[in-house]
């Protein structure tokens, strides 16, 4: 994505990804992370804000620090990094609610066809994997190197 990014640091198995927010709220600890699932090859993306307290990521946390579009530009080039590295890794990913959900379907549909010069994209839609179709509400997303 053509957006401004913050600089993130990763570990070197790019599983464990860490970058921090700076808006009005302050400077708030984010975290990615990229879990094997089940399924071989699929990975599970899971975001959030770092809770000091219970030492993990809380994804449903609202952080309101102004800088939405370039915390999902980093979120989008850790995909990259991590599927750079896995090119046959699956990426899953889905809100921990619905609002957040809606908002990866609109930062996935404002970037559609940059993301999918790289990438095929998929909607999760009653229980079927489909491509993914602007306009179309989706319970998750599943996107693949090309």
Known sequence: MKHERYKYSAEKSLMHFEFHSIGPKGEVKKIIEFSETNVKD??????????????????????????????????????????????????????????????????????????????????LKDDQWEDFIIGEDYEAFLVKRK
């Open 42 to 123: 699929i990975y599970n993306l899971a975001f959030g804000d770092f809770d000091e307290k219970t030492q993990r990521i809380s994804d449903r946390v609202v952080t309101n620090n102004g800088d939405s579009l370039k915390v999902l530009a980093t979120v989008a080039s850790s995909v990259y990094a991590f599927t750079t590295e896995r090119p046959q890794a699956w990426v899953f990913a889905t809100g921990s609610t619905a609002v957040r959900t809606r908002l990866y379907r609109m930062g996935l549909t404002n970037n559609l066809a940059e993301i999918s010069k790289d990438f095929n994209v998929y909607g």
